[in-house]
């Protein structure tokens, strides 16, 4: 069973910056893709950023140039850099892990970006 732990989230005021962690049980090589997705109140879960097990990366258009995904596969942990933090994300950021059409997810990290 695949566990994904994350970490790092918290409380930010506006244009700080945060880094989020994701810890998988295994070895991530095992994974297609690994990715961070956001849910805010009343709003659907969307993509933030993934990157593949041949570390090309996609992005969420809101986040392009301040939000960087990265891996060290050494420690089986994926990164998400939150820079320019602003009030709209606001959100639990989920940890995902794919093999070929399943998806795995972690518990989620609260963000709150407020003044």
């Known amino acids: 069973q695949v566990q994904l732990v994350e970490s790092g989230g918290g409380l930010v005021q506006p244009g700080g910056s945060l880094r989020l962690s994701c810890a998988a049980s295994e070895n991530i090589f095992n994974f297609n893709a690994m990715g961070w997705y956001r849910q805010a109140p009343g709003k659907q879960r969307e993509l933030v950023a993934t990157?593949?097990?041949?570390?090309?990366?996609n992005y969420a258009d809101s986040v392009k140039g301040r939000f960087t995904i990265s891996r060290e596969n050494a420690m089986n942990t994926v990164y998400l850099q939150m820079n320019n933090l602003k009030p709209e994300d606001t959100a639990v950021y989920y940890c995902?892990?794919?093999?070929?059409?399943?998806?795995?997810w972690g518990q989620g990290t609260q963000v709150a970006v407020s003044s």
């Open positions: 990157i593949t097990v041949g570390d090309t990366t």
């Open positions: 995902s892990a794919r093999i070929l059409s399943r998806h795995y």
